[in-house]
């Protein structure tokens, strides 16, 4: 996990942000146990009460379900690999539509140089 300690967003939200990228990549699947709130305190070397904020969060976005006695686990759930891509995605697209913007590029500007790039990487595939 890949947590960047100078970073404005809050540890919480990166650990959050950190499976929904696991998921994504297929390195999480639906039903997969995550480590308890102690041992990834451990391993992530943070204090236990932002990883309970962590997993809090998730369980409130719907990632995760924790089962008494069992562990905190990816909720098990067909249409949320979809879901987190997609989110995922549209963030990605958001994020590039605002440097574009600040950069002073023009909309048809952007979209004549997407275009150009996939249809490069089209014809190098």
Do not use: C
Not at 33 to 54: C, D, F, L, Y
Not at 58 to 73: D, K, S
Request: proline share 5%.
């Amino acid at each position: 996990m890949q947590l960047n300690f100078n970073s404005p967003k809050p540890i919480y939200m990166q650990m959050v942000d950190e499976v929904k990228k696991a998921l994504a990549r297929g390195e999480l699947l639906p039903g997969d146990k995550i480590p308890s709130h102690k041992e990834r305190a451990q391993i992530s070397k943070i204090n236990p009460n932002t990883v309970q904020r962590a997993y809090q969060e998730m369980e409130r976005e719907g990632l995760t379900e924790t089962l008494r006695g069992q562990g905190t686990f990816i909720r098990n759930d067909p249409d949320l690999l979809v879901h987190i891509r997609t989110e995922m995605a549209q963030a990605a697209v958001q994020q590039f539509i605002e440097e574009m913007q600040g950069l002073g590029i023009e909309s048809a500007e952007v979209e004549r140089m997407l275009r150009s790039q996939l249809y490069q990487e089209k014809k190098e595939g």
